[in-house]
Each structure stands twice: as structure tokens, then as C-alpha cells.
């Protein structure tokens, strides 16, 4: 299994940027994939982002493509998502999510088996 701790969350003005860091500890290389995903009050999980540890596939939602990047650090199995140009409406909690496999690309919610604690991003107007 694969244990993930979440860091960079916060509360900004609209147009600013934030960056998300996941570090991986456990059988980290058992994932084939990470993912971030998020949920804004009364609505249901999204996801945003992914990246293959392999090779660095990456796929973005339509609604943060051109704002969010997804990187990874292979030496410090560690996962990042860079947001930049932030609108409110991309208020939520965000989460990052580890796949040990998956049956379709970009995988669903159910491919992942190890979640962090949610990083709470506000941005105001």
C-alpha cells in the first residue's frame, strides 16, 4: 500500500497560483499512476489531473487544461500540481490519489487505492 501526504493548500485572491505537493511513502512504485482529484461543497468528486510514473502520460480536466500542471519527482516520489490563474470556482478540496493499476486512461475514482487528506484550496474574488 501506498501512504500519501498532502501539503500547499491555502486560501488566495482569484488570478493567483498555488502549488500542491503529494509525498509517497510505502510501495510507492506499485502505482502505475497518481492522480488529483477534488470536491466543492454539494458537488461530486472531480478529477483534475493524472501522470503515469512511467514515461509522465499526463491528463488534464477540460476545466483546468492551460491553468494546472501535473509533474512528478521521481527521486523524492513526490507528485505535484501547479495552479496557476486560479478562479474561484476552482474552490474545493483537493485530493491526491494513488493507482496500482488502471482500466482506462484517464483511470476513474475506483482505479485508486490510497488517498490523501485532502488539501483545502479557497480562492476568493
Known amino acids: 500500500q501506498v501512504q500519501l501526504v498532502e501539503s500547499g493548500g491555502g486560501l488566495v485572491q482569484a488570478g493567483g497560483s498555488l502549488r500542491l505537493s503529494c509525498a509517497s511513502s510505502g510501495r510507492t512504485f506499485s502505482s502505475y499512476a497518481m492522480g488529483w482529484f477534488r470536491q466543492a461543497p454539494g458537488k461530486g468528486r472531480e478529477s483534475v489531473a493524472a501522470?503515469?510514473?512511467?514515461?509522465?502520460?499526463?491528463y488534464y480536466a477540460d476545466s483546468v487544461k492551460g491553468r494546472f500542471t501535473i509533474s512528478r519527482d521521481n527521486a523524492k516520489i513526490t507528485v505535484y500540481l501547479q495552479m496557476n490563474s486560479l478562479k474561484p470556482e476552482d474552490t474545493a478540496v483537493y485530493y491526491c490519489a494513488a493507482a496500482p493499476y488502471v482500466s482506462s486512461w484517464p483511470p476513474p475514482w475506483t482505479d485508486f487505492g490510497s488517498w490523501g487528506q485532502g488539501t483545502q484550496v479557497t480562492v476568493s474574488s
Open positions: 501522470i503515469r510514473w512511467s514515461g509522465g502520460s499526463t
